[in-house]
């Protein structure tokens, strides 16, 4: 695997990254990084870089945590209603079925209406008198 030699900033600091990521990506993680320190900063300006770092790693930390359950909820809604897709999908089938049966049954009692309709014509005329 080949290696990207990156430099960044982050803190007033400068750091060398040997690292398989894009370049552009790890600059652009840094700026985010230097991005959330300098608002730590911004609150207490006597804060230590390294507590500083503690307090966005952290934070981050909790971000990811959270990110996670949120997505493994998401994952579970997805699953449920997929489960629900496929109850629905087979309630579908069987009432696709039932209606053709019914559809069936209706043909056939059309059929058996028009024979005794007929039938029913054909004794009339036969007791007509001539």
């Known amino acids: ?10 803190g007033g600091k400068r750091y060398v990254l040997r690292t398989q990521d894009d370049p552009e990506y790890m600059k652009e993680l840094a700026r985010k990084l230097d991005k959330r320190l300098e608002d730590v900063f911004s609150v207490d300006r006597l804060i230590s870089l390294p507590d500083a770092a503690i307090l966005v790693a952290l934070d981050i930390l909790d971000e990811r945590v959270k990110s996670s ?6 994952r579970m809604q997805i699953k449920n209603y997929v489960d629900e897709a496929a109850e629905s999908q087979r309630q579908l089938e069987y009432c696709q ?9 209706i043909e056939k009692l059309q059929t058996e209406l028009e024979i005794y309709t007929l039938r029913d014509k054909i004794d ?3 007791t007509k008198p001539l």
Request: avoid cysteine; aromatic fraction near 10%; charged fraction near 30%.
């Open 97 to 105: 079925r039932k209606l053709d049966e019914y559809q069936q049954t």
């Open 69 to 74: 359950s949120n997505i493994d909820n998401i």
């Open 1 to 10: 695997m080949e290696y990207n030699r990156v430099e960044v900033f982050i």
């Open 124 to 126: 009339q005329n036969h």
